[in-house]
């Protein structure tokens, strides 16, 4: 049975700092491209972030390029995803999912939604004063 679950999410104030784990289960963590995706209260779910089998190339939305920061571990098979200078616009629930295929584009950009494989129950982030 394959398991992504995801952890770190939690209410911080704007300027503040976190960061989200995804621990994977029942997949061969090396050969997946990972991502975490995204989806604010009333709005659609949209891409955050992504990273490619070997590491080696990321990509990110606009919105949280130079602040977010995405990792992984495969020895934990474990995601990570360190934001910083967290905005109001950043509240959401964060899900990482997993596909296993290469970045478009040499890591040009993330799969789209529909092409993901396997995602998380996902990890509420709140950003409030």
């Known amino acids: 049975e394959v398991r992504l679950v995801e952890s770190g999410g939690e209410m911080v104030h704007p300027g503040g700092s976190l960061r989200l784990s995804c621990v994977v289960w029942?997949?061969?963590?090396?050969?997946?491209?990972m991502g975490w995706i995204r989806q604010a209260p009333g709005k659609e779910r949209e891409g955050v972030s992504c990273i490619s089998w070997s590491g080696a190339r990321t990509h990110y939305a606009e919105s949280v390029q130079g602040r977010f920061t995405i990792s992984r571990d495969d020895a934990r098979t474990t995601l990570y995803l360190q934001m910083n200078s967290l905005e109001a616009e950043d509240t959401a629930m964060y899900y990482c999912?997993?596909?296993?295929?290469?970045?478009?584009?040499?890591?040009?950009?993330?799969?789209?939604?529909?092409?993901?494989?396997?995602w998380g129950q996902g990890t509420q982030v709140t950003v409030s004063s």
């Open positions: 029942g997949l061969n963590f090396h050969d997946y491209a």
């Open positions: 999912a997993a596909v296993n295929k290469p970045l478009p584009g040499g890591g040009s950009s993330c799969p789209l939604l529909s092409e993901w494989e396997y």
